[in-house]
């Protein structure tokens, strides 16, 4: 897993986007004609005050939730047409979250919460834990693979929450707010195995983050202005 994915396969865009939502009788703009995309290997920032917009924009990317207009198009895929059944599918195979919050399982160790996911998805144990262990060993957690999250610091449990969220090898990585409940250095280096991650795998990331000092080591920066999504 060395740093030879970066290319210009676009992985996920966002095509003319709308969200609306009605209020009292109000009809909110949300995302108008919101549009981008995002390549293999590729870490995009996605920045702006609250309310402006990114989490309702992650959750559209992540097929969560549907646009009011426009379309999704993830790896080629183009999601405006498909069932709720079809679109869960893709979601479950090709897109990988991280929270602000890790939420990893307590009473099963570093190893066997990047396993679950892995078994979940039909892949045999021996090779589950094969997979495992590389990818913390890229996230530098090699040497505390048998802890269970009680026993690791915040910076590592959100490092293990990283590797699990690409274990099933997603095409895309959604991360809202990953270092926000991090101090500024431990946040440093989680994001360093992060990009080394996204880098290593091939996946392209949005990244939702308050830290503009993380998002300007970023490929990119994009921000919601009036509904639209401008770079910076």
């Not at 929450?161 to 990953?178: K, M, W």
Request: glycine share 10%; hydrophobic share 40%; charged share 25%.
């Amino acid at each position: 897993m060395n740093d030879v994915w970066a290319s210009d396969k676009v992985l996920l865009e966002l095509r003319n986007v709308y969200r609306q939502f009605e209020q009292g009788g109000t009809v909110i703009e949300v995302l108008r004609d919101a549009s981008l995309r995002v390549s293999a290997g590729e870490l995009t920032a996605l920045v702006g005050p609250s309310g402006s917009g990114k989490s309702t924009l992650l959750n559209i990317a992540g097929l969560l939730e549907r646009p009011t207009a426009g379309d999704v198009v993830i790896d080629g895929t183009e999601t405006s047409g498909l069932s709720s059944r079809r679109r869960g599918r893709l979601r479950g195979s090709h897109i990988g979250f991280v929270f602000q919050f890790h939420r990893l399982l307590a009473e099963f160790s570093a190893m066997e919460n990047v396993m679950i996911p892995q078994m979940l998805n039909g892949l045999a144990r021996h090779e589950a834990e094969h997979r495992a262990e590389q990818l913390l060993t890229m996230v530098g957690l090699q040497d505390r693979q048998s802890h269970r999250p009680g026993t690791l610091s915040g910076g590592e449990q959100q490092r293990v929450a990283i590797a699990r969220a690409v274990a099933n090898a997603p095409r895309v990585l959604l991360a809202d707010e990953p270092t926000g409940n991090l101090d500024p250095e431990t946040a440093e280096e989680v994001f360093t195995h992060l990009r080394q991650i996204v880098r290593g795998t091939g996946a392209a990331a949005l990244i939702v983050t308050h830290n503009e000092k993380l998002a300007a080591t970023m490929d990119r920066c994009l921000t919601i202005r009036d509904g639209a999504i401008v770079e910076l």
